[in-house]
């Protein structure tokens, strides 16, 4: 599996997944995924995080506060440029295929009480 990650992007990462994911019911086979999804959730929030910062360090804070309200994080009042900027990343995140898949993966996983917290953390 550790190959494969190396091969794939984030998104096509957590499709695989979540497909795989779809045909498991062994416990430890799901962790397996799951944690692989884990990985590739991270990595696609933050090569989002890196396009989001890119494309706003030319936008004036009147043209950021659009884009968020366009993408469904309004720039609230009191809130800093910088967070405007992570509810903007986690938004259009959110809207991702990859979060999607990555849900789903997630749901597998519980429907057989599989998930990345050990049961003394819970």
Do not use: K
Request: charge should be negative.
């Amino acid at each position: 599996m550790e190959e494969m990650a190396m091969e794939m992007n984030p998104t096509a990462l957590l499709l695989d997944l979540a497909a795989r994911a779809q045909r498991m019911s062994d416990p430890n086979t799901l962790h397996g995924l799951l944690a692989a999804g884990h990985r590739a959730w991270c990595e696609g929030v933050a090569e989002v995080q890196a396009g989001v910062g890119r494309e706003s360090a030319s936008l004036s804070d009147a043209r950021l506060a659009e884009r968020c309200t366009a993408a469904g994080a309004p720039w609230e009042q009191g809130m800093t440029r910088g967070e405007a900027v992570s509810a903007l990343t986690f938004a259009i995140w959110d809207a991702s295929p990859a979060a999607m898949a990555y849900t789903e993966l997630g749901e597998c996983a519980a429907r057989f009480g599989v998930c990345l917290l050990g049961e003394e953390l819970l």
